[in-house]
């Protein structure tokens, strides 16, 4: 077995625990992983000046594969998202989020087995903003007017939304591609095309032109954002492949985990032609914080990915096992699924979800 060197940030709040429960379970499964620990996050600024420092970009470079814990942003004020900062610098184009029911974890379904392809560089979710009030945003303001595109209220903020051929071209195309590698049927690509003429209407309209080269192979169809949603509530199981703009596959992949048990068990990717990073799709939790009480799966099945994208299929599919299993007993559960479940046998710490399922781990040998 290869020895590989990852680059680990265990970012802010619940990822410095989650991070630590990956690692001992990653080691456990039988992987020969060097870990290089880089810094990112609010804990990271307070500290160096800095959320995301030049020598945590360059050791995900120089690796090419990290996983990360989540990172604290502050809302509404303060420094931009180190996530899209991190996407953005090492171009990491793709977010990917399967999403598959466990039995005993509490979704509402069990019969879930689809995966989300969000796009992960552009949209609303680029940053691309003007403060209320500033002359950038009163130039825009007047030209809009002048352009006979519409009228702005002068006390507006604004985020530009732009969705551009070539990345939707790169999604789609990534979607298909990932389709036809795992056997996957059907690629649904969702929009508000219907609205937003000329930046969904133009993601869609791409989508269907990347649909023509994989015809005969794997099917496409299209849904209204909104009609989506509803959608996932009443049948998840019709969905398949689903490719996002980025906004709305953030939203999505939040309420696809909420159908499976919720943020506790989705892992994800970013991944680009040349770098990944691998996380979960929850936050940094500070309302659970340094209690120990944090569910360590999203960050374990992240790094179950982490091991497929290097190769190591057979412990990554270990890690997955050994998961399955300890939801499956059900004994030693962390409070967010006995809450997902309605039951109330007590809630497991962390540290113990953690060595139940090493011993899970040990005892496929
Ligand atoms: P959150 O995902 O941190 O928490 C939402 C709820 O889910 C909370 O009640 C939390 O306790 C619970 N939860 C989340 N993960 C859990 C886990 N592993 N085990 C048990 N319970 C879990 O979302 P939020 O509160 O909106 O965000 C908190 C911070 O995290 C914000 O600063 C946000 O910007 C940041 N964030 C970072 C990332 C990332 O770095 N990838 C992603 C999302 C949010």
Redesign the pocket.
């Known amino acids: 077995m290869a020895q590989h060197t990852v680059t680990l940030i265990p970012?802010?709040?619940?990822?410095l625990e989650?991070s630590a429960a990956m690692q001992r379970v990653v080691e456990a499964a039988g992987a020969d992983i060097v870990w290089e620990v880089a810094e990112a996050?609010?804990a990271c600024a307070e500290k160096t000046g800095t959320p995301l420092p030049d020598e945590t970009i360059e050791a995900v470079k120089r690796n090419k594969v990290a996983i990360?814990?989540?990172?604290?942003?502050?809302?509404g004020t303060g420094f931009r998202?180190?996530?899209v900062a991190l996407r953005k610098t090492l171009d990491l184009y793709v977010c990917l989020r399967p999403v598959l029911s466990m039995p005993g974890a509490g979704g509402r379904y069990d019969d879930v087995d689809l995966v989300i392809v969000r796009e992960n560089s552009e949209d609303l979710y680029a940053g691309v903003e003007f403060e209320e009030g500033s002359e950038a945003a009163s130039k825009l303001i007047k030209f809009c007017e002048d352009e006979g595109a519409g009228v702005i209220r002068p006390d507006s903020g604004i985020s530009i939304k732009s969705i551009s051929i070539t990345a939707t071209q790169n999604i789609v195309r990534y979607a298909f591609e990932y389709a036809l590698k795992h056997g996957r049927k059907k690629v649904t690509a969702a929009h508000k095309a219907n609205i937003m003429k000329y930046s969904d209407g133009l993601f869609l309209r791409t989508a269907r032109e990347v649909a023509k080269e994989y015809e005969g192979r794997v099917e496409f169809d299209d849904r209204i954002i909104d009609a989506f949603c509803m959608n996932m509530v009443i049948d998840p199981a019709q969905f398949d492949v689903v490719v996002f703009p980025n906004l709305y596959g953030d939203i999505a992949s939040?309420l696809a985990a909420g159908l499976v048990g919720?943020?506790?068990?989705a892992p994800?990717a970013n991944i680009g032609k040349e770098y990944a990073v691998f996380?979960?799709?929850?936050?940094?939790?500070?309302?659970?914080?340094g209690q120990n009480?944090?569910?360590?799966?999203?960050?374990i099945m992240s790094a179950a990915m982490m091991l497929d994208h290097l190769g190591e299929l057979e412990i990554a599919e270990r890690i997955r096992r050994g998961v399955r299993a300890v939801y499956a007993d059900g004994s030693v559960l962390?409070?967010?699924i006995r809450k997902a479940t309605g039951s109330s046998a007590p809630a497991a710490s962390?540290t113990e979800f953690t060595e139940a399922l090493i011993a899970a781990i040990k005892a496929q040998a």
């Open positions: 970012g802010d709040g619940i990822g989650t996050g609010a990360k814990g989540p990172c604290t942003t502050p809302v998202s180190v996530n939040d919720g943020l506790g068990i994800g996380e979960a799709v929850h936050g940094s939790a500070p309302d659970i914080a009480k944090a569910n360590p799966t999203a960050e962390t409070g967010d962390c």
